[in-house]
């Protein structure tokens, strides 16, 4: 259940940081650029960064990890699936994960007090 509620969390900032910055900013459509890239977002971010690079890394490398692969897959997705030029999907996919990086921060502070990392800490203390 930890890890709904995380995932929960995760899934609902990154749509709403990509639906003002892709869909406000940038006029992208909510379907199926916003959606599909919060989803492909939480789910690759979820388990590489949350749970495999947090617990073994911290939170900054966690964090510069999450800014390089949202920018990574924001500009390639929009690359993909909106007829935007390259060079203004890039501003948006760098904005996006400046803000995202922002709300990764904080979530990976919750992760590592009270969510799943943190319960999965104290179960394999000795």
Same mark, same amino acid.
């Given at each position: 259940m930890e890890h709904v509620k995380a995932l929960l969390i995760k899934a609902v900032m990154t749509l709403a940081v990509l639906w003002i910055v892709l869909g =406000?900013?940038? *006029?992208?459509? #909510?379907?199926?650029? @916003? /959606? @599909? +890239?919060t989803v492909v977002l939480g789910v690759i971010s979820y388990f590489a960064g949350d749970l495999g690079i947090l617990p073994a890394a911290g939170n900054m490398v966690a964090t510069i990890s999450d800014l390089v692969l949202t920018f990574l897959v924001?500009?390639?997705l929009? /690359? /993909?699936? +909106?007829? @935007?030029?390259?060079g203004t999907v890039a501003m948006a996919a760098l904005i996006s994960a400046v803000v995202i990086?922002? *709300?990764?921060?904080? #979530?990976h502070m919750y992760m590592l007090k009270s969510g799943p990392v943190a319960h999965?800490? =104290?179960?394999t203390k000795v």
């Open positions: =406000a900013g940038y *006029g992208m459509d #909510f379907w199926p650029m @916003i /959606l @599909i +890239t924001v500009w390639l929009g /690359l /993909l699936m +909106t007829d @935007i030029s390259g990086a922002v *709300g990764e921060y904080l #979530f999965e800490r =104290a179960n």
